[in-house]
């Protein structure tokens, strides 16, 4: 794994914007940047990324599987009791899930370490399946990187793929905040995904959700919602005035409701409690667990419901050297064991491992001055040298 500077491309501002890509700026800071990519091997790939990142996968949904029959762990997710039975439903059903996220640490040297599972509403999937892949076509052709260079990065036709499977020719709906530009750029993108799987698709946003005494959910057309893709929190979803109305509604929901429980960081103390010093995982504890003390001074912090880095303290030998402020942690804490993230000129960065359905198929990386990766780290491509 290595860092290496290279030119950009002299139009790719403007490359951006012709694909729907404006916000590679925010508040006249860069969010992506190309002025260097990460390089890794292909053995990096397979056997310390690739291979992991099923295994995690696979570690998660047993998880669920545990989870969705105790009572016992479904209060120490937090999760409201007049959840479970929508939840548990929804697993017994195997509710098709679409994609999520994986963040890692992994310097090259070590395995690498789950930081934490993006379930319910990853975002940046554009800027890694599309975006660096035209990167990466466009620096080999320009002799900017390596003409030998690959990419880890089958998302998008993986995405086309999954949409056959999930939706079996019905009619899907897109909703979300489409006001937000980050999430109206993921949403039109996974939208044009389903589009090239050859499905019908109608895109509105969350506030215009109708609800039908007879039908249930419905458009603005008052055309049913049978299939909905979401990206919307579903602790906010639940919280909502319709929200309520999940269970009695045959609208069936992307991401499903059992990716609740892998939305929830108290996934990371449960899996380390499951799975113990498996290579992958970090050692980790709910805060009110005497088992926390096990950390010593050195730990991360982490809201059990928390989004970008949000209200995240790395704290070391007792004192704080980062904290992040936000809305979180009014249902609680985690401690993680403090792995520092790896230093590349200045910079920590943090893999973020796709998997689309059950397929680990892509890795995209954030990089920031801080080691708290927030919503405006910058985005950084990668290859396979």
């Not at 609208?251 to 929830?264: A, G, I, Q, Y």
């Not at 689309?356 to 927030?374: F, K, M, W, Y």
């Amino acid at each position: 794994m290595q860092r290496i500077e290279c030119p950009e491309r002299d139009d790719w501002q403007a490359t951006a914007e012709a694909a729907g890509f404006d916000f590679h700026t925010l508040d006249g800071e860069r969010y992506w940047d190309e002025r260097a990519y990460y390089a890794f091997s292909l053995d990096e790939i397979e056997r310390q990324i690739e291979g992991p990142t099923g295994e995690l996968h696979e570690m998660c949904l047993a998880l669920v599987h545990s989870v969705v029959d105790d009572e016992r762990l479904l209060q120490r997710l937090k999760i409201p009791a007049a959840c479970w039975p929508l939840i548990t439903e929804s697993w017994q059903r195997r509710d098709a899930s679409l994609y999520g996220r994986f963040d890692l640490s992994f310097d090259g040297r070590g395995p690498a370490k789950l930081l934490e599972y993006n379930a319910d509403t990853p975002t940046s999937i554009f800027e890694a399946a599309v975006f660096q892949w035209t990167w990466l076509e466009q620096g080999i052709e320009r002799q900017l990187i390596p003409k030998r260079a690959d990419q880890f990065n089958s998302i998008h036709d993986s995405l086309i793929a999954r949409w056959r499977v999930i939706a079996d020719g019905r009619h899907l709906h897109f909703t979300g905040s489409y006001e937000n530009p980050e999430d109206a750029v993921t949403l039109n993108y996974l939208e044009d995904t389903a589009h090239q799987a050859g499905l019908d698709t109608t895109a509105l946003d969350i506030e215009s959700i109708g609800l039908n005494s007879q039908r249930g959910f419905v458009d603005l057309d008052d055309r049913h919602i049978e299939l909905a893709f979401k990206l919307y929190p579903w602790e906010w979803m639940l919280r909502d005035s319709f929200g309520g109305n999940v269970r009695t509604s045959s609208t069936r929901w992307l991401e499903p409701p059992w990716k609740v429980v892998l939305s929830n960081k108290g996934i990371l103390p449960l899996l380390w409690e499951m799975f113990p010093n498996h290579p992958n995982l970090l050692p980790a504890y709910f805060e009110d667990d005497p088992n926390a003390d096990k950390l010593g001074t050195s730990f991360v912090r982490k809201p059990l419901y928390s989004r970008e880095g949000a209200n995240v303290t790395l704290v070391s030998s007792g004192a704080t050297l980062e904290q992040q402020p936000g809305p979180y942690g009014s249902e609680g804490f985690i401690r993680q064991a403090f792995a520092p993230l790896p230093r590349f000129a200045e910079q920590y960065p943090v893999i973020g491992s796709w998997i689309v359905g059950d397929r680990a198929c892509g890795l995209s990386i954030r990089e920031d001055a801080n080691p708290i990766t927030g919503n405006t780290s910058r985005f950084l491509p990668h290859a396979i040298l």
